[in-house]
């Protein structure tokens, strides 16, 4: 009787074992889940994704007739050829410490199509804005 007991316990344990590990290879589920956060992808590294940064923003301001400001004073003194950005039913603008939310008109405009093709986006994907 000692013998059989011996032999019951590993091949019990053989087969818990071996439920366990082939319980977890099931099919991983692939497909898109709507609105949940995980499938939202964050940005790594601005610098790499935005490779763009301050060179090229001074050098198209140039361009346009934008100076660069030596102050908050005389960026105060740029709003009537700016546009001011504020909330609207597109987006909403953070509180911001180290700058002022302005853009030149037509980046206004283009923020604004931004804005609206992303919840065009958002809605077609079943998504909430």
Do not use: Q
């Not at 003194?77 to 700058?99: A, Q």
């Amino acid at each position: 009787m000692t013998i059989y007991k011996l032999r019951i316990i590993p091949i019990s344990l053989l087969v818990i074992g071996l439920t366990t590990l082939t319980s977890g290879c099931k099919k991983k589920d692939m497909s898109l889940k709507l609105n949940e956060p995980r499938n939202v992808r964050g940005v790594v590294s601005y610098k790499r994704s935005f490779p763009d940064l301050n060179d090229a923003h001074l050098e198209a301001a140039k361009k346009i007739g934008i100076r660069p400001l030596a102050d908050r004073e005389a960026a105060e003194d740029m709003k009537e050829k700016l546009t001011h950005i504020t909330d609207n039913e597109f987006y909403v603008v953070d509180s911001l410490t180290h700058s002022i939310p302005y853009l030149v008109p037509c980046a206004s405009a283009l923020l604004d199509t931004i804005g609206s093709n992303f919840l065009d986006s958002l809605t077609a994907k079943g998504l909430n804005p």
